[in-house]
């Protein structure tokens, strides 16, 4: 079975600081991993995806997550924090052979000026 | 693409109606799922179709629940009678290409039941 755990449930960073959301899965097979982005009132959007082919991905508006198999971890980075970037991320695994798309409880982020 | 469309964005009803929500998936697309999030409970997977059958509704509450999808372009979730505590917002979800393939989205059915 798989799941994941994401380290935090708020994290609050200043504008153009250092964004480190954690996230720590659980799978017995090879894991697809990916991170989500909710904006209030909104479905959630894909931010990244790891898909077995490179340990570090980038997805949009410079975020970034690095695939550590050792750790079990997912971590999403972004170098500098934007305004705009205040919502509620869901790191999120499914595993080979399955459909089904597990989310964690998710990590919500303030930005303050 | 249009996207994954939910209808309707808000649902208020009381307690013992029965409730229907809708879902377009994206075209082409042959996984769809429904999510149900609430504060407490954050993303539950209730149930998953693959061209149509479901898979898994494992997560699917209690017999107060069901979900169909009668062809690749729509499906229903379907709460009868509905309780209180149902209330939440429902998310539908489309992929393509199995396990890599990322989820698309609908903007949530927002359900209160009073």
């Known amino acids: 079975a798989q799941s994941v755990t994401q380290l935090g449930s708020h994290v609050s960073v200043s504008e153009g600081a250092l964004v480190l959301l954690r996230c720590n899965y659980s799978?017995?097979?090879?894991?697809?991993l990916f991170w989500y982005v909710q904006y209030p009132n909104q479905g959630l959007q894909l931010l990244l995806k790891?898909?077995?082919?490179?340990?570090l991905v980038k997805g949009i508006n410079d975020f970034e997550a690095e695939f550590k198999k050792s750790e079990t971890s997912f971590h999403l980075t972004k170098p500098s924090a934007h305004m705009s970037d205040a919502a509620e991320y869901f790191c999120?695994?499914?595993?080979?052979?399955?459909?089904?798309?597990?989310f964690g409880q998710g990590t919500t982020l303030q930005v303050k000026p | 693409d249009a996207g994954v469309i939910q209808s309707p964005r808000h649902e208020v009803t009381e307690m013992g109606q029965e409730v229907t929500l809708r879902c377009k998936p994206i075209?082409?697309?042959?996984?769809l799922f429904w999510y149900r999030q609430t504060m407490m409970r954050g993303l539950e997977l209730l149930i998953y179709?693959?061209?149509?059958?479901?898979?898994?509704d494992s997560g699917m509450p209690e017999d107060r629940f069901s979900a169909k999808m009668p062809n690749a372009s729509f499906s229903t979730l379907k709460i009868q009678p509905s309780e209180p505590r149902d209330s939440a917002v429902y998310f539908c979800?489309?992929?393509?290409?199995?396990?890599?393939?990322?989820?698309?989205f609908g903007e949530g059915s927002r359900l209160t039941v009073l």
């Open positions: 179709f693959n061209n149509n059958v479901p898979i898994d």
């Open positions: 799978s017995s097979v090879p894991p697809y």
């Open positions: 999120a695994v499914r595993g080979s052979n399955t459909g089904k798309l597990i």
């Open positions: 075209s082409g697309h042959d996984y």
């Open positions: 979800a489309s992929s393509f290409r199995g396990e890599t393939g990322e989820l698309f």
């Open positions: 790891y898909t077995s082919a490179a340990t």
